[in-house]
């Protein structure tokens, strides 16, 4: 006789493929007669045999057609970035008689041309004479910062299939300019290139919910400085490529990088201002430190039933709706 059974799909490479019955459809034929066609439109498989054979076939069909597993893939992306900078220094003239109606000026100056600059950043401290005219000046400034980023995607996916999220903007890049003859600028070529946090995994998970992960992980950002050479903003990126297995529910360390650079810079009269402590006096000194850490931590949590699903759910939920005005940093309070 003829039975039907749902639930499979893609099957038809069974025995010898025979000819297709329709768009989406594949018919085989096996030993004794028994023939399979599968139609992947509808999710079904139709089986011509015998019932002694078909009750066989059955079996084999029961045991296939059961709800693959689920992966939900969280990632913890935190970059923390420290700076630390101190500059400090003292400009200064001065003018006197040398005799014999001659005259000499001395100055120390980080201003090109010997004048000395007004006040700067930080706390300044001029001194002018009678004629308004600034004799000395001294400069002192300490800037700390500290930025941290913290991204969070999430993605669900079936098992053995691959899934990818990009959050992030288009950012435009100025690749070419259209001149004229006559030197003149017509117009000029933008192209747009994505930043942001973009994130590509294929999970594999056998039946003790080990989860294997083939990962790709990159974070492109735009430089806070202007390149000299091309007038435009540099790309920072941090990428990952890599293949881990861990356990559903617990975590991984996927990577981290931690940076470090120290600069110290000193400007003035030769010797003089490499005197121990009186060297401020003739010169200015500049000190910056700056310290990047960054690290990249992943959790797959195996789904194999609809309460799973839904558990998973009601949590995600439930986190938006935490994250309210009142749980943000200094936001009143009712």
Do not use: C
Not at 299 to 320: C, G, N, Q, Y
Request: aromatic share 2%; no cysteine; net charge neutral.
């Amino acid at each position: 006789g003829i039975a039907g059974m749902g639930g499979i799909g893609g099957v038809g490479g069974i025995g010898q493929p025979g000819v297709a019955g329709g768009p989406g459809v594949s018919s085989v034929t096996l030993d004794g007669g028994v023939r399979v066609m599968a139609d992947r439109i509808n999710n079904a498989l139709l089986v011509h045999a015998t019932p002694a054979e078909y009750e066989h076939i059955e079996k084999t069909l029961l045991r296939l057609d059961v709800q693959r597993a689920q992966v939900l893939i969280e990632a913890s992306i935190v970059e923390i970035t420290l700076g630390d900078d101190l500059k400090y220094g003292l400009q200064w003239a001065f003018r006197g008689g040398l005799g014999d109606g001659r005259s000499g000026r001395g100055v120390v100056s980080s201003v090109d041309g010997g004048a000395l600059g007004g006040a700067l950043a930080g706390f300044s401290y001029s001194i002018s004479n009678a004629a308004g005219n600034l004799t000395a000046v001294l400069n002192a400034l300490a800037a700390k910062s500290k930025l941290k980023v913290i991204s969070s995607p999430s993605l669900m996916v079936l098992d053995n299939h691959t899934a990818s999220i990009a959050v992030g903007d288009q950012q435009p890049v100025n690749t070419g300019t259209v001149v004229t003859g006559n030197s003149v600028v017509v117009g000029n070529n933008i192209q747009y290139k994505d930043t942001g946090v973009m994130l590509s995994v294929t999970p594999s998970v056998n039946a003790g919910d080990l989860v294997t992960l083939d990962i790709q992980q990159a974070i492109t950002d735009v430089g806070a400085t202007i390149d000299d050479a091309t007038g435009q903003r540099p790309f920072l990126q941090r990428q990952i490529n890599s293949r881990v297995a861990v356990r559903s529910g617990e975590t991984l360390v996927l990577g981290g990088l931690i940076k470090e650079s120290a600069t110290s810079g000193r400007s003035g009269v030769p010797v003089l201002s490499s005197i121990p402590v009186l060297g401020a006096l003739f010169g200015s000194h500049n000190e910056s430190a700056n310290r990047t850490e960054l690290l990249v931590v992943f959790t797959p949590r195996v789904l194999r039933d609809d309460d799973d699903a839904r558990a998973i759910s009601r949590e995600l939920r439930d986190r938006m709706r935490g994250l309210t005005a009142e749980s943000l940093p200094g936001a009143p309070a009712r």
